[in-house]
């Protein structure tokens, strides 16, 4: 086996583990992701044909990913997974949640998220909602926060954003939903950056590590970085806010994540 060849194959099992451990939680079982594997891979098959300006055929696909012609243009034809619905609604809901912290017309006189009334012209949570949720309905939206423990309706009836951050709490479809957007965001970060011909044009991937932290010192430390991390990510989302555009033909979807990975948990 070649040097690349083992690299890739290391690289597929590092992918693999983590990701195979939560399918086999939640009942998926090898023929099902097979399955599935199959049709990305025809799918990605025709794209990468694109990109590389070869012809879109059933026969360059088939010799593209080693699948015969007669189950490619089987797959080619079944019905393309959707996976644009909850991308959709869970950047709408970061959408509300951030515009919550960052208008003035949710803001009080501290700068603070203020307790909105449900309804209202102008500053209520409907208005929010309307503003920085595209068509998503107000009582979906308003269920959605509950469930996930952002919001609660406090004793005057108002509502009150209880948690800035937002990760679904007693929903396990919405945190796998989580799991497929942010693994894919950040696979497509270093793809990108294996891809391109400059440097200039790389996406930001850094990470720091170190393999002997005393065990003792954790607590801190993660105290430390939810903090710092947690308030770099509301100044990034603060500057995205101020340069959205209205206009869909001059804007583009960006993203900036931070994570936190323990190699072995022993404490």
Partial sequence: ??????????????????????????????????????????????????????????????????INRKEVKRLKEALAFNTDDSLRKFNRIVRVIAGWQHDEDFLDEDHEPRDLLLEGKKGSFSDLVKRYSGDMPVVAMLNALIDSG???????????????????????????????????????????????????????QRKASNTQVKIDALPKIKQRINKKAQQLLEDIDAEFSQNESSNKDDCVAVSLGIYFNQLNEKS
Avoid: C
């Fill in 1 to 66: 086996m070649s040097l690349v060849s083992e690299v890739i194959q290391t690289t597929i099992i590092r992918i693999l583990k983590p990701l195979i451990r939560v399918l086999l939680r939640n009942g998926i079982a090898y023929g099902t992701f097979a399955d599935i594997a199959r049709k990305v891979y025809v799918d990605s098959g025709f794209e990468e044909a694109r990109r590389q300006g070869q012809k879109q055929t059933v026969s360059n696909v088939s010799i593209l990913t080693g």
């Fill in 150 to 204: 952002n919001i609660k309706i406090i004793d005057n009836g108002n509502i009150q954003l209880t948690n800035l951050n937002y990760l679904p709490s007693s929903d396990s479809d919405k945190k796998l939903n989580i799991l497929g957007i942010d693994t894919a965001e950040l696979i497509k970060t270093i793809d990108h950056n294996l891809l391109i011909k400059h440097t200039e044009d790389a996406w930001f």
